[in-house]
Every structure is written in structure tokens, then in C-alpha cells.
């Protein structure tokens, strides 16, 4: 009954290793894809770093993993208030290139722009586009 049980707990490990493997190579191949990291090098002329930029993103996407999987709980009082206020403001960074990108990639804001005949204005109606999502965020999470 013994070795059952350790086989079958190996089994869901190498399963749920696999699984989580194909899904993060299938996000990164989606985030590569529609060049979140390139634009992001190129439009700040670092684009000779676009590889440790890569690097940090798998890195930062592990590391963010782990941490939400399994919720260490450290006692580090304000100290880690802090150091989660810093995640969640890196992750939200993140999480609106990769939207931008997106909204690119799919020419929304090009074809918008034309069929609302929005000639200037142009800035502040992305920026509003990510206040939408910040104020949508807000309410989420204190609602």
C-alpha cells in the first residue's frame, strides 16, 4: 500500500510539473509573440538588453508563482507591505504593456481612432484606456 501511494503522488507531481511547464512556455510564446518585451526595448533604445529583459520576465513570472501558490508568510511587518505594494505596482506595469501590446497587435486603437475621426487627442485616449483599467482594478479590490 505504501509504494501505491508515493507512486501515485510522483505521478501528479510530474503531471502537474508538465502541465504548468506547457502552459507558462504557451504564455511566454504569446507575450514573445506579440513583442511586449522588443517594443518595450526598443522604445526605451535599450535594445541591446532585450535578452536579460527576457530573463527577467521568465524570472519575475517563477518567482510570482511560487509566491502565490504557495503564500510563504513572512513576518516582516511594514517591510513586507512594502515589498507587495512593489509586486502589485510591477505587476500592474506588466499587466498594461501586455494589454497595450494586445490592443496593438490588434490595431484597436488605429481603427477606432479613424472611425471616431480622432485626429488629436490621441494620448489621452490611451491614457484613459488605463485609467479605466486602474479604477476597474480599485474597485475589484476594495469592493
Given at each position: 500500500m505504501f509504494p501505491v501511494?508515493?507512486?501515485?503522488?510522483?505521478?501528479?507531481?510530474?503531471?502537474?510539473?508538465c502541465s504548468g511547464a506547457l502552459v507558462a512556455a504557451g504564455m511566454f510564446a504569446f507575450v514573445t509573440m506579440i513583442g511586449v518585451v522588443s517594443?518595450?526595448?526598443?522604445?526605451t533604445k535599450t535594445i541591446c538588453h532585450a535578452m536579460r529583459y527576457e530573463d527577467c520576465v521568465v524570472v519575475g513570472a517563477t518567482v510570482g508563482?511560487?509566491?502565490?501558490?504557495?503564500?510563504?508568510a513572512f513576518r516582516t511587518g511594514w517591510v513586507g507591505s512594502v515589498l507587495q505594494a512593489g509586486f502589485g505596482f510591477f505587476a500592474g506595469v506588466?499587466?498594461?504593456?501586455?494589454s497595450i501590446a494586445l490592443a496593438e497587435?490588434?490595431?484597436?486603437v488605429p481603427i477606432l481612432s479613424r472611425r471616431l475621426k480622432l485626429h488629436r487627442g490621441?494620448?489621452?485616449?490611451v491614457l484613459?484606456?488605463?485609467?479605466?483599467?486602474?479604477?476597474?482594478?480599485?474597485?475589484?479590490?476594495f469592493l
Open positions: 501511494e508515493w507512486a501515485q503522488k510522483i505521478l501528479l507531481f510530474v503531471i502537474g510539473l517594443r518595450m526595448a526598443a522604445s508563482n511560487i509566491f502565490f501558490h504557495y503564500a510563504p506588466y499587466i498594461g504593456c501586455l497587435l490588434l490595431n484597436v490621441l494620448t489621452a485616449f484613459s484606456f488605463a485609467a479605466g483599467k486602474l479604477l476597474g482594478a480599485a474597485v475589484d479590490l
